[in-house]
């Protein structure tokens, strides 16, 4: 039975590929560039579909004879929504029988669009007809890597929220992990799960983490003048994060997973161990 695996050579979706192929699923990528397929096959895919979400040709064209699919949203699409439902439309076309949603924690979050433009994707595949499983996961683990080169040169964490704000997090490779049960297996079917590793993390405790894993003092700092460098969605979650925290409950993905999920420190310790491989602060190992 094959699976599509969206955004195969992703730093998301790209995490799917692996943990599928080792249950020994038949994947084929969709990517969007042909320079991403050697990727995706290294990482699993037997198969790889080239094209963009927005061309329906292709789309369908990697449909055809797929089982079930498995989508993460590219972040912060404008016409995510849209986007999401035409994909879902196109698999009813061609009688997918089983889609798995990476979607976002608390996508009732009407402050933040891209919280908001996951319900109706959900929707959409509530009315479908196909089997389905959303996930809901926490805000990743692995957005610390686009802050780790700072981290390294200047020992400082700047995010543009409070430092008090905390969040529920998650390893992405868990929450791949997940989907990659509910594509090939049944004990997830028709489930909404939440989630999240353990630990409620503000700043001041993640930047304490991380001295602790470098051996060096790391200090923290609210970055405001991102504030004007990126566009208005963002900036508006950014906002939304400076006065709410974002938290979750651990307890559904210990029960997907059936042992720990991974936990930050394990995380940081493989920054700190590649700091000098670009590849690994995009796609650590699994």
């Given at each position: 039975m094959m699976i599509l695996a969206i955004g195969a050579a992703g730093r998301f979706g790209g995490c799917v590929v692996p943990a599928l192929a080792k249950r020994g699923a038949r994947i084929r990528g969709f990517v969007h560039k042909p320079g991403d397929?050697?990727?995706?096959?290294?990482?699993?895919?037997?198969?790889?579909?080239i094209g963009d979400l927005h061309d329906q040709e292709k789309l369908d064209a990697a449909l055809n004879g797929v089982h079930s699919v498995f989508?993460?949203?590219?972040?912060?699409?404008?016409?995510?929504?849209?986007?999401?439902?035409?994909?879902?439309?196109?698999a009813v076309r061609a009688h997918v029988r089983r889609f798995v949603f990476s979607a976002v924690i608390h996508p009732v979050l009407s402050a933040l669009s891209n919280h908001t433009a996951k319900a109706p994707v959900e929707d959409a595949i509530l009315n479908s007809g196909m089997e389905y499983t959303f996930l809901h996961p926490a805000r990743f683990y692995q957005n610390y890597?686009?802050?780790?080169?700072?981290?390294?040169?200047?020992?400082?964490?700047?995010?543009?929220?409070?430092?008090d704000t905390r969040f529920s997090l998650v390893d992405y490779r868990d929450v791949a992990e997940s989907a990659a049960i509910a594509l090939t297996d049944d004990r997830l079917l028709y489930g909404t799960f939440e989630l999240c590793a353990p630990g409620y993390w503000d700043r001041k405790r993640v930047v304490a983490l991380m001295s602790e894993v470098l051996g060096r003092e790391i200090k923290e700092r609210r970055d405001v003048d991102v504030l004007s460098e990126v566009p208005q969605a963002e900036r508006r979650m950014f906002e939304h994060y400076d006065q709410h925290d974002l938290l979750g409950n651990p307890l559904t993905l210990?029960?997907?997973?059936?042992?720990?999920?991974?936990?930050?420190?394990?995380?940081?310790?493989?920054?700190?161990?590649?700091?000098?491989?670009?590849?690994?602060?995009?796609?650590?190992?699994n």
């Open positions: 397929a050697d990727h995706a096959r290294s990482r699993g895919a037997a198969e790889v579909a989508y993460i949203a590219p972040a912060f699409m404008p016409d995510e929504a849209d986007l999401g439902m035409r994909l879902v439309d196109a890597a686009a802050f780790w080169p700072t981290v390294m040169k200047e020992r400082l964490l700047a995010e543009p929220w409070s430092a210990r029960g997907i997973l059936d042992n720990e999920p991974r936990t930050l420190r394990a995380y940081l310790e493989e920054l700190a161990d590649h700091s000098d491989d670009r590849h690994i602060l995009a796609e650590p190992k």
